[in-house]
């Protein structure tokens, strides 16, 4: 298509659902975001993919639910430092929140359906499910400090490249959103060995929760 982009349409429980690849980073998810949006307007919207897990007890297989999305690489630099900042409206100016909440209904559902779904066992363990902030940033984060800053300073439970991105226009344009993450690493000095090794698995189970939140919703 013209757009650069494939879309996959199905009927579940009578329902359309639309599917589509959004690509890795901030402008590439929010631009798939933003096509999806305007061609389909989706009544919701789930955006799932890996990530690096920031908990302490995460492991690599474990499920991050996004009560709230964050991106930790924008805001001002200042004599201070970096001091990160509520994302900015589509019209000008700054929303008041820093952290983007999910929908409360999908999240909900969303718990159940991760107790009904059979995880695929990783490294002879069933993976966790952890509710909690995600932090964003146009980085692939393999560095321990970094990590532990994230965890630390936004109490973030995982970082990737893309939630907030979408999460910021569902919030603009007032679409309830959900961002689920399946851990393929922890976003430390191991993590690009570890996402070789487990980006497949972590998928698989991050797509299989989202197919039982399909048929709860």
Request: proline share 3%; charged share 20%; with cysteine.
């Amino acid at each position: 298509e013209r757009s650069g982009l494939t879309f996959y349409t199905g009927k579940l429980k009578g329902h359309k659902v639309v599917v589509i690849k959004s690509g890795v980073g901030k402008v590439n998810a929010a631009y798939s975001t933003a096509i999806l949006l305007d061609r389909f307007q989706p009544s919701q919207l789930i955006f799932t993919g890996v990530a690096g897990g920031l908990h302490p007890e995460a492991l690599p297989g474990d499920i991050v639910i996004g009560t709230e999305l964050v991106q930790f690489d924008f805001g001002q630099i200042d004599s201070t430092g970096f001091k990160v900042s509520p994302f900015r409206k589509l019209t000008g100016g700054r929303h008041d929140e820093l952290y983007i909440a999910a929908d409360a209904e999908l999240l909900k559902q969303a718990e159940l359906a991760a107790g009904k779904v059979d995880f695929l066992s990783i490294s002879g363990r069933k993976p966790r499910v952890f509710l909690g902030r995600i932090a964003t940033g146009d980085v692939f984060v393999s560095d321990q400090e970094t990590a532990e800053n994230l965890y630390q300073n936004h109490q973030a439970l995982a970082t990737e490249m893309e939630g907030a991105a979408v999460a910021h226009l569902c919030r603009s344009v007032g679409v309830p959103f959900l961002v689920i993450r399946s851990c393929s690493d922890n976003a430390n000095q191991n993590a690009r060995v570890n996402f070789n090794q487990f980006v497949e698995p972590a998928a698989i189970n991050s797509a299989g929760l989202v197919l039982k939140l399909l048929e709860f919703l």
